[in-house]
């Protein structure tokens, strides 16, 4: 399966490493690459695109107002240097939001997500239940991060929830607690999406650790995680497919 998608950015740097990483990846077909949204805009009404790679702050016409000016929207996945466009974005559905400077591991993941959703939607119409999924979407059984004194193997099965302590993150799990070196970003692309998920800039909880959840409020094991307004749409909706 081919996804076929355009990139958008007035920053050309920006423009050509998404433009390489796109070449890296055998699915990913780049039709077109864009330096402003009107431009874009006039192309979308003449072409069918799968995936928009998106900036969000351009001159004239910035990201968020495309996505609101397009009546058929294609997966998107924004990319952008600010991080307070997060919960804007979600609430236009988009598939990911990378930050700037985004690693190819990141960018990766991102797509794998629209592969993902793509594929099941391929399925459903086809009446193909057994969906095949990109491999990078196979959940993990380890993963390492690093501490002060050396590179510690964790057991995926035996994390609890992970909570962010000024630059340090603390990995809970049944029997021991590891503290690592590492921004938000790291931790996202080591802990496997499709097991945890970030419920508070603060935390990342193991959804099948999960006791119960109140109001706002997450129980795992003796603890009670909070669900912060960023994050709290994307973890119900992952709580309402479970159900």
Known sequence: MKINCIAVDDEPLALEIIKDYCEKIPFLNMMQAFDNAIETMEYLRNNRVDLILLDIQMEDLTGIQLLNALNVKPYVILTTAYDNYAL???????????????????????????????????????????AVYPVD???????????????????????????????????????????TLMNARGMEEV?????????????????????SIERRHIKIADQTIPIGDTYQKNFFDIVEKKK
Not at 202 to 210: D, E, G, L, Q, T
Request: aromatic residues 14%; proline residues 2%.
């Open 88 to 130: 804007q974005g979600f609430d236009l559905d988009v598939t990911d939001y990378l930050l700037k400077p985004i690693s190819f591991g990141r960018f990766l993941k991102g797509i794998n997500k629209v592969y993902d959703r793509m594929k099941k939607e391929t399925d459903v119409q086809e009446g193909n239940k057994a």
């Open 137 to 179: 979407t196979v959940e993990k059984d380890y993963f390492f991060v690093k501490t002060e004194t050396h590179l510690e193997k964790v057991t995926t099965s035996d994390v609890l929830y992970v909570e962010g302590m000024g630059d340090y993150w603390r990995i809970v799990t049944k029997n021991k607690r590891i503290m």
């Open 191 to 211: 802990l496997p999406e499709h097991q945890f998920c970030r419920v508070h800039r603060s935390y990342f909880v193991a959804m099948n650790k999960i006791e």
